[in-house]
């Protein structure tokens, strides 16, 4: 089945750590996504990617790097820049920017 | 900046009974919204979308109106079940020039009473 993967499900972190979170999406879309979830709160843009080998900041991106070198795949890591790392990190694809698909989500706590 | 916003955080409804969600949007411009439900730790799950060239979609026991007049959407669910409690989040896609990502409420947390 086609679909879209985030692992781990959990990740501890400790301070001054750089962190890698994967997405991986086998349904052929060509943008993929990724939104920082706080307790309560609504979803916020990191990153986006609207074509292999090509990203664009969203509204929270200090602290986050990205890359996109396979269509299927778009990881995110998390810097010792970002000082309040710990949320619920949740990654999308979409085709043609219609038919927004959303990972299962990565919870990432600060130890 | 532009947002979409919410007007209730908790909505508690009788099971059986209609709920509906509204969700306020301050982009005029903006051609697609989409209604997610989210389930504690688990990621937004579509339920339904509607073009800004339309007024009204309706699904399986959900209808979604949007009236651009006064910018606003709301989200029906009809005959609401206990598995329909989770939290709800609308969202658009505002026509910022390059970028075409969506844009999030803070969400409606809908208890269903049995």
């Known amino acids: 089945d086609g679909g879209i993967t985030q692992s781990p499900k959990y990740l501890f972190r400790k301070e001054g750590q750089n962190v890698t979170l994967s997405c991986e999406q086998n349904?052929?879309?060509?943008?993929m996504y990724w939104y920082r979830q706080d307790p309560g709160q609504g979803l916020r843009l990191i990153y986006y990617?609207?074509?292999?080998?090509?990203?664009q900041k969203g509204d929270i991106a200090e602290g986050y790097s990205v890359s996109r070198e396979k269509k299927e795949s778009f990881p995110l890591t998390v810097t010792s820049a970002q000082k309040n790392p710990t949320a619920f990190y949740l990654c999308?694809?979409?085709?043609?920017?219609?038919?927004?698909?959303f990972g299962s989500g990565t919870r990432l706590t600060v130890v | 900046g532009e947002s979409v916003g919410l007007h209730l955080p908790t909505l508690s409804v009788q099971e059986g009974d209609n709920s509906i969600i509204n969700c306020a949007y301050s982009?005029?411009?903006?051609?697609?919204f989409i209604w997610y439900k989210q389930e504690s730790g688990k990621g937004p799950q579509f339920i339904i979308d509607?073009?800004?060239?339309?007024d009204k979609r309706q699904g399986q026991r959900v209808t979604v109106l949007l009236n651009k007049t006064v910018k606003h959407l709301s989200l029906q669910i009809a005959a609401t079940q206990p598995g329909d409690s989770a939290v709800y989040f609308c969202?658009?896609?505002?026509?910022?020039?390059?970028?075409?990502?969506?844009?999030f409420g803070s969400g409606t947390r809908l208890q269903v009473q049995p």
């Open positions: 999308a694809s979409a085709r043609q920017n219609y038919g927004y698909t």
């Open positions: 349904l052929n879309h060509d943008a």
């Open positions: 990617s609207q074509i292999v080998n090509d990203f």
């Open positions: 982009n005029s411009a903006s051609d697609y």
């Open positions: 509607i073009r800004s060239n339309m």
């Open positions: 969202a658009e896609i505002p026509p910022s020039r390059g970028r075409r990502a969506l844009t």
